[in-house]
């Protein structure tokens, strides 16, 4: 792949290169900073990324004011997703330093991360590693498919709903409620614009927030070919506008409507969302399609291939516990790495299947082991016949 700043990485790091960098804010090692704040550390950015994010503020009559502090702090990551993708925190995480480099270039540049590599090496736990490890909150996730348009990333109008809202209204209001029914039970819903609205995990991450969100665009290859194109401009403006409330911005210049995280809402200003710092984009592809020279020129580009012997150990001991006394691990990690070599690569997830299948008691091992293991193991590029 051309046309974007590339670095590859095998996930093992030798000698010195595992040792913290002195530029590093992310170290790679899923460990929170509890020693620093990352608002302290964290370099201005460069002036051709820099933005001036602004919200809008409520008076006293709720019809908004001047520009309006930043976004609260990011609601925080449920733990059973944090331990269910990365496992426990540990000491001595070997970090890639490939990989460390080129997350703290995109910290530090404000660009977006593309990350590529065999399904199953991590790229998608590479965005909750960060937000662990810097305290970011809650990863923004944007699943994408052939059908994702730019649009369905920065909001969702649910303009039919709000139609059948004011009918609604209008019918309940044309007719009385019955004689002695209970105050309020001849309502209608509300037709209110800021109902029907709500930004969708990339219009989210670009609110006025103090601190970059963490953007998670995942498999990134099966969107159409139109939508890399399509996200130049918000890219560049760290911006957008949301026709629907523009539309009202001389008699509603101020729009309370529904962000991404859950049980939270934003005021909008004028129809328009502006960043205050750049999220932090991951974005995972697992390489199966070529992306334009102009989108590629405003990423970073790490290729992550499949990681060996240490590190495949190091992701054994934060889902499943450290088990170096147990020789059927090790055993299983070697047998997996060679395996994974001659089959093209394998996902790390399937020998985590396996080593808890052979461990946790619920599988007796018999004669035919092999022929299940060849099961849990199979390729990713297609199912062989044995």
């Not at 000698?15 to 964290?42: C, F, K």
């Not at 006293?60 to 944090?82: F, I, K």
């Not at 502006?274 to 790490?302: G, K, M, Q």
């Not at 994974?340 to 007796?364: F, K, M, P, R, V």
Request: proline fraction near 8%.
């Amino acid at each position: 792949m051309t046309g974007a700043a590339q670095f590859e990485g095998n996930g093992t790091g030798a000698g010195s290169a595992r040792l913290p960098r002195p530029w590093w804010i992310y170290r790679g090692t899923g460990l929170p900073l509890h020693d620093i704040e990352l608002a302290d550390v964290l370099p201005g950015a460069p002036p051709w990324r820099t933005f001036t994010g602004s919200s809008a503020s409520v008076d006293g009559d709720g019809t908004g004011g001047a520009q309006a502090p930043v976004e609260p702090p990011a609601p925080p990551q449920d733990e059973a997703e944090l331990r269910r993708r990365l496992g426990a925190a540990r000491e001595g995480m070997v970090a890639d330093p490939t990989e460390v480099d080129l997350v703290n270039a995109a910290l530090i540049l404000r660009r977006p991360l593309l990350v590529t590599g065999r399904p199953g090496t991590g790229k998608s736990s590479l965005a909750y590693r960060i937000s662990r490890e810097l305290g970011l909150g809650r990863v923004l996730r944007w699943p994408v498919t052939s059908r994702t348009t730019l649009s369905s990333g920065l909001y969702r109008y649910d303009a039919v709903g709000r139609i059948h809202a004011a009918a609604t209204s209008d019918s309940r209001a044309a007719s009385p409620a019955p004689e002695g029914a209970p105050s309020g039970a001849g309502d209608a819903p509300s037709s209110d614009i800021g109902a029907f609205l709500e930004l969708g995990p990339l219009g989210t991450a670009l609110l006025p927030h103090a601190l970059p969100r963490v953007l998670l665009v995942d498999e990134f290859d099966k969107s159409d070919m139109d939508l890399p194109n399509d996200l130049l401009d918000v890219f560049e403006a760290g911006e957008f506008t949301v026709p629907e409330l523009a539309r009202l911005r001389g008699h509603r210049p101020v729009v309370e409507v529904r962000s991404d995280d859950p049980d939270r809402t934003v005021l909008i200003r004028d129809g328009r969302v502006r960043c205050r710092e750049f999220p932090l984009v991951v974005i995972t592809s697992n390489d199966e399609r070529e992306f334009p020279p102009a989108f590629l020129r405003r990423c970073l580009h790490l290729h992550v291939r499949e990681p060996e012997r240490d590190r495949l150990a190091d992701i054994v001991a934060a889902h499943l516990g450290s088990r170096d006394d147990d020789p059927r691990v090790a055993e299983l990690i070697r047998l997996f790495a060679e395996r994974s070599a001659q089959e093209n690569g394998l996902a790390t997830d399937q020998l985590l299947n396996s080593i808890w299948l052979a461990t946790s008691g619920a599988y007796s091992r018999g004669a035919d082991w092999e022929a299940l293991l060849r099961a849990v193991w199979h390729r990713l590029d297609g199912v062989r016949e044995p």
